[in-house]
């Protein structure tokens, strides 16, 4: 098994960290460029973004054609950890959610007429994008077999009809993919569409407010009450709204733990630098067998997380699904979020929970990861259904092709 990555790969994650390291923590360090949900004001990101798009740091997890760099998901499970050192740092870079994995399906799901209306766009930064498709109770949400909004045929279009909610990005966003019910069948009964927020007939009911820092355009409840839309706006096929959701939350889950090692990482630095530099009682802190044994076991739940999602990534470029090792990587870096916020938290004492660092925005945002893009006991339970058909083979290891 080979654990080295490429010379070129390297450069470019040390460009990354080097980007982050001095144009995008200054920002971040000053809290008047911040707005007030807790994002990069965008007067500050403009210039940023700018940068990046000058220095060939743009959109890396793109196709060359599509206007990014072409890396697999191995090279971006590497530089997107460098990415998220800064809470700032993937939307400066145009990876973050949910441009990020609207992109990504947009390139392989779209015609090349969709992809110039409803892909460019994004690509250039000119736009944001969101992602419709959970919806209130008894709607579908962690199952989306239980959606209730439809699109009737009606001639050369469909009429769309009903509600989403926590659909991030919808205050900022231009263009959507929004998934609707188009027939009964339990495997192609599912449709997804395109639609620009100028659209006649859908609305946002309510921007809902959430514990922790919010994305650009934060989390919303839409209400789709007869919008009209051509035939044109169907993405992938009628009836494949399943498979493109498949196309898209697979990755989009990895794509969220490789930013999040990033942030778990960021509470490892900012804690075991307060422990080599605060003393009390005689000792420095990161003398106590104590904080020792916290930010020991912190390191290797860290390299734990990088290996399943490496593997998952590895998995994904061979041409898998790897839905067993996305579930395993997002089950362990959701929590491991939470556990290095807090350990961070607790070794800086009332520092770590005041506004003086990140910590608290990230404690604060990382409650979120266990229930985003499937809550924990979802891949649990998708785990369990691995091992029931595997067996012992849930563990086996895949030969080298002769």
């Not at 994002?39 to 743009?58: F, H, M, S, T």
């Not at 998901?73 to 990876?95: D, H, L, Q, W």
């Not at 041409?319 to 961070?344: P, Q």
Request: proline residues 4%.
């Amino acid at each position: 098994m080979d654990f080295t990555i490429s010379p070129e790969l390297e450069y470019l994650r040390a460009r990354v960290a080097r980007f982050v390291e001095r144009e995008v923590l200054p920002v971040e360090s000053d809290r008047t460029n911040w707005d007030e949900h807790g994002n990069i004001g965008l007067p500050a990101l403009a210039p940023l973004r700018a940068k990046a798009k000058a220095e060939g740091l743009w959109c890396l997890q793109l196709k060359k054609e599509t206007g990014g760099q072409g890396l697999d998901k191995t090279g971006m499970a590497v530089c997107y950890e460098e990415m998220n050192r800064s809470i700032f740092g993937p939307v400066v870079f145009n990876s973050a959610a949910p441009d990020d994995g609207n992109m990504m399906v947009l390139e392989k799901a779209a015609t090349k007429a969709q992809q110039e209306r409803w892909l460019a766009p994004i690509v250039a930064g000119d736009v944001s994008s969101s992602f419709a498709m959970t919806e209130p109770h008894p709607g579908g949400g962690s199952d989306p077999g239980m959606m209730l909004t439809t699109a009737t045929r009606k001639g050369d279009t469909y009429v769309l009809k009903g509600r989403k909610w926590f659909i991030t990005g919808a205050a900022d966003a231009s263009h959507f993919i929004t998934l609707a019910r188009t027939s009964d069948d339990p495997r192609r009964g599912l449709t997804a569409f395109l639609h620009h927020k100028d659209e006649a007939n859908w609305r946002i009911e309510r921007r809902i407010g959430i514990m922790g820092p919010e994305e650009h355009g934060g989390h919303c409840e839409i209400v789709y009450d007869n919008m009209e839309l051509p035939a044109d706006r169907v993405l992938l096929g009628e009836g494949l709204g399943l498979k493109l959701t498949q196309m898209r939350l697979g990755p989009a889950r990895l794509t969220h733990c490789m930013r999040w090692l990033g942030l778990a990482k960021r509470c490892a630095e900012i804690a075991s630098d307060y422990a080599q530099n605060r003393h009390g009682f005689g000792v420095r802190l990161s003398d106590r067998e104590s904080i020792q044994i916290k930010l020991g076991d912190l390191a290797m739940q860290i390299e734990m997380g990088r290996l399943l999602v490496m593997k998952a990534a590895w998995a994904i470029d061979q041409g898998s699904f790897a839905k067993k090792e996305v579930s395993m990587a997002k089950i362990h870096v959701a929590n491991l979020l939470h556990k290095a916020a807090d350990v961070a938290i607790q070794i800086n004492g009332a520092r770590g929970y005041s506004t003086d660092t990140v910590l608290e925005w990230i404690y604060r945002y990382a409650r979120q990861a266990r229930l985003v893009d499937g809550a924990d006991e979802v891949h649990q339970m998708v785990l369990n259904r691995h091992l029931q058909d595997e067996d012992r083979g849930f563990w086996k290891w895949q030969p080298a092709a002769k």
